[in-house]
């Protein structure tokens, strides 16, 4: 009984923090996004690479931003924050292929 007890405080708290972390990504996001945009200026890549990079920054931004908006609405479960972690990884993982 004991031990069910601590695993659901410890899912309470999971999600809490995870919640927390969803909710302050987009606008952590956005700030590393505006610098990763001035060195991407200033960047001597090709034009291309430039366009691909800073569509896949405004893109995963956009998405944060949208998953927050959307996380306001709806209680954040276990499964919400995995798929969202792992979509995460995926992302980045494609976009540093290119």
């Known amino acids: 009984m ?3 007890s601590f695993e ?3 899912e309470q708290e999971r999600l809490r ?3 927390r972390f969803l909710l302050l ?3 952590i996001a ?3 996004g505006c610098g ?3 060195l ?3 960047a001597h890549a090709p034009a291309r690479q430039k366009l691909i990079l800073a569509s896949a920054f405004a893109l995963v931004i956009g998405a944060f931003f949208w998953e927050a908006w959307r996380l306001g609405r709806r209680p954040l479960t276990e499964r919400w ?3 969202s972690l792992c979509l995460t990884l995926l992302a980045l993982g494609t976009f540093a292929l290119f």
């Open 40 to 42: 991407l200026a200033s």
């Open 25 to 27: 990504r987009p606008l």
């Open 2 to 4: 004991a031990s069910r």
């Open 81 to 83: 924050l995995l798929c």
């Open 17 to 19: 923090v995870g919640r």
């Open 8 to 10: 659901l405080l410890q």
């Open 30 to 32: 956005a700030l590393g």
């Open 36 to 38: 990763n945009s001035l």
